[in-house]
């Protein structure tokens, strides 16, 4: 049994992915330990207890610098004997995380990566502005920066004539980064993925 947790600080919409695959039971041998959250007022935690995830806060405001922060977000998780770290929806920086978790953090990135890798802000209204006819989402493993490292699987979704930043992003997130989400967890936990350099192998 893989022991996750998963780590948010909004309104917790790519934890619900997790949760309904979960539910449905999608994902094989796997067991969402914890959800840890940077504030306790957010959606995100709500969901976890609806679901009878124990959810616990690790207040950023609490330490004095991101470095910190994330030994203690860290600590948590080594405490829980957690194996998989979800990403879902995570707004601070990961810090000693991913060096402790190495190829055991998995995320999503609301475009097809490496586009818009650089860019700061709403992603999708820069997609919008530059003319882009086809964007997608990203699931990834975590690098050591916390940045999109391997890449596991990618989805395109077209943009519409009459789309809006809001439209967009919604539907990114709907038709994107919610099944990638769930099925790059579901090919972790079924040991389909196998790294070779910085490619992601797929097994069948």
Known sequence: MIRAAALVSGDGARLQAILDSM???????????????TARDVYAM?????????AYVVDPELFPNTTSHSMAVANKLKDMDIELVILAGYDMPLGVIPYQFKNRIIGTFPALYPAFEDEEGDIQRQVLERGVKLTGATAYFADGDGRVGSIILQRAVEVLPDDTPDTLSRRVLEEGEWRLLSQAVILYCSHKLKIHGNRVIIEK
């Open 23 to 37: 539910y449905f039971k999608e994902i094989p041998d796997f067991e969402l330990v914890a959800v840890i959250s």
């Open 46 to 54: 709500k969901r976890a207890l609806n679901a009878g995830v124990p």
